[in-house]
């Protein structure tokens, strides 16, 4: 060990920072100090850097999961703007850690810190917005690209390869009630900006516009690795988290990533923006308030938010719901929120009279009424299968009509 002035100091991780400005160096210095092993494992790629002599440290720092690692090594996390971003690992036993000096101790801390001022440092050095580059993405989101082959020269120079895999995700800052969100200029560019800064460090090379009232990342994907996805909506919730906490809040606003379905190629973007707008459509009848929703994991609601668009859609609801959707007394909208229960609850009467906390035959009245008013037959399999398809369609028409049933908390 060197002497315990400079095990104290930060100055050596200064000078590795200052200079090239890598995790790589940070470990250099870590493994020159403490005389053992040093790796990172990045939270989102698995990307690992390695500075060690020990083959069996070097094969189980880039193979092992990240718990293992952790139960086995001394290791610590580290975080980028309080969002999870990896975890520095030391080639010592983790049986051994507590009795690390508090000269150790202190330094592997400042090898922290200085981990994460490199990832905050590589996320400066990204790119910033300019002009051009918006224009051109706004025309790939919008899918008014004339000469696809000069978006792909453009893409190569900003790392991006040809047959890259990526997303597209918007961030949604809604009010709970209203269409218009009610959200200032100024909130609307601080968000934005404090957005981008939370995504970036996780996604490098990925870009940021704002398009349509909206924050709009294209993220690029790690090729050949399925859980991909599992791995963006992992990290997306922990940045939203992070979010929330540093926007001023107020009741009634939501936050909500949307992503659309990973493509290939800069020709199919407006795709999986297009989808992730489909996202934010059927997001409501989720009865989700904000959180993280993937195209690629929304199931049948894929189905509903392209039936959504058209107007024979509509028109089913009416047949279905009938008067329910035109009437203003209050006994349409305690028939709505009993459908919606009896169809969550897989049309159990006595599963839905205790999630609506009501006596089981009030619950079996109302059926009694459903059927005088709308002619549902509840016990009828056909009559279930198109009240169910209408109770998720519906509210993306009716709004006014579901916002309050489809945003109360049923047990």
């Known amino acids: 060990m060197n002497g315990s002035s400079e095990k104290l100091s930060f100055a050596p991780f200064f000078k590795a920072i200052g200079g090239r400005q890598d995790v790589r160096a940070v470990l250099d210095v870590a493994a020159e100090y403490l005389r053992t092993g040093a790796a990172f494992r990045e939270a989102y790629t698995g990307n690992v850097s390695v500075v060690s002599s020990s083959e069996i440290f070097r094969e189980s720092a880039k193979t092992f999961p990240m718990l293992e690692l952790s139960r086995i090594y001394c290791s610590r996390e580290v975080q980028v703007g309080n969002v999870h971003s990896g975890i520095l690992i030391f080639d010592i036993p983790s049986d051994r850690a507590h009795a690390l000096s508090d000269e150790e101790a202190i330094y592997i801390e400042n090898a922290v810190i200085a981990t994460a001022l490199c990832l905050e440092r590589s996320f400066s050095r990204t790119l910033p917005g300019n002009e051009k580059r918006d224009e051109l993405l706004k025309d790939l989101l919008a899918g008014e690209?004339?000469?696809?082959?000069?978006?792909?020269?453009?893409?190569?120079?900003?790392?991006?390869?040809k047959d890259q895999e990526f997303l597209v995700l918007v961030l949604r800052l809604a009010d709970d009630v209203k269409e218009d969100d009610g959200f200032s200029a100024r909130e609307r560019h601080i968000s934005f900006s404090l957005a981008r800064s939370k995504v970036l460090p996780f996604f490098p090379k990925s870009f940021c516009v704002f398009y349509t009232k909206m924050p709009v990342f294209l993220l690029p994907l790690p090729s050949g690795k399925p859980e991909a996805l599992s791995g963006v909506k992992d990290v997306l919730e922990s940045i939203l988290l992070s979010l929330?906490?540093?926007?001023?809040?107020?009741?009634?606003?939501?936050?909500?990533?949307?992503?659309?379905?990973?493509?290939?190629?800069v020709n199919a973007i407006h795709r999986s923006f297009d989808e992730a707008v489909r996202v934010l459509s059927v997001s409501e009848s989720l009865r989700r308030e904000g959180g993280v929703i993937l195209w690629d994991m929304l199931g049948g609601y894929q189905l509903v938010a392209i039936l959504s668009e058209t107007e024979e859609a509509r028109l089913f609801c009416g047949r279905i719901l009938g008067e329910l959707l035109e009437g203003t007394d209050s006994s349409s909208v305690e028939l709505l929120e009993t459908l919606l229960v009896m169809d969550g609850c897989n049309w159990n009467v006595r599963a839905a009279s205790e999630s609506l906390r009501f006596h089981y035959n009030t619950v079996k009245y109302r059926l009694g009424v459903l059927r005088e008013r709308i002619g549902f037959d509840s016990s009828d399999p056909a009559q279930r299968f198109d009240m169910g398809l209408a109770l998720r369609l519906a509210p993306l028409f009716f709004k006014d009509k579901f916002v309050t049933i489809c945003q109360k908390p049923f047990i």
């Open 244 to 265: 929330k906490d540093e926007l001023p809040p107020k009741k009634g606003r939501a936050f909500l990533f949307a992503a659309g379905g990973a493509k290939r190629g």
């Open 145 to 161: 690209v004339r000469d696809y082959r000069e978006a792909e020269e453009s893409f190569a120079q900003w790392g991006w390869k």
